[in-house]
């Protein structure tokens, strides 16, 4: 009976860590929930408790990720051992190009929940881009990522968007939006707050709330 015993656990162990080398399509990872998909863009949210693995899962797509927790995280290419230790922060930016499949899984070593938007591009421009509509945070052939952190009542420039793009708040912010005339919006924004703007759009964003707040502009290109 013990021999049965020992000779079952082995095959499930087996099994889970086949199925653990398996990869499946990025928005199929449990850990990965889909928020806003069109033809354009697909963006997933991201979370994983302390000491939990995503399984490895496979992108397509030039993407940017967006940090919305402070934590420590280990990547792992399949195939390869778990990299070194990673600090995460809410409202860092970074662009990846993808010229074919990239498999990873992500492992959450801190002691609070690691989370995260990615942004999957699903489209590269046809065309060469025109000028930046501001500073650039960072970029790929898909897109063009601006970042402002906004002390309360502070605005960025007026500024122009030729493309469709997404405002994304990686902090809780009362954001308003004025145009050139005047006119101003005014949006309360929650931690990871996503919304899709396929028009174009000039306009300056300021801060209506009473503490620091981050906003991430992700221009297509």
Known sequence: ???YLCGALVLVLSTLIAAQQSPVAVEEEPHHHVVLKNDSVMILRVKLLPGENTLFHTHLHDRVAIDLSETTITPQKLGE?????????PGHVSALALNGPYTHRVHNTGT????????????????PSGPAAAKVEAENPSARIYKWTLAPEAATAMH???????IISPT????K???????????????????????????????AGTTVGQIVEIELK
Request: glycine share 2%; aromatic share 4%; proline share 7%.
């Open 172 to 175: 809780p912010l009362v954001l």
């Open 160 to 166: 122009t968007h030729a493309h469709s793009y997404l």
């Open 177 to 207: 939006m004025t145009d050139p005339e005047g006119k101003s919006l005014t949006h309360e924004l929650k931690a990871g707050d996503v919304h899709w703007v396929d028009a174009k759009v000039t306009h300056t964003l300021s801060n």
């Open 112 to 127: 609070v929940d690691f989370e995260v938007l990615d942004v999957e591009l699903l489209h590269r421009p046809a065309k």
């Open 81 to 89: 051992p778990e990299s070194a230790p990673e600090r995460t922060k």
């Open 1 to 3: 009976m013990k021999i």
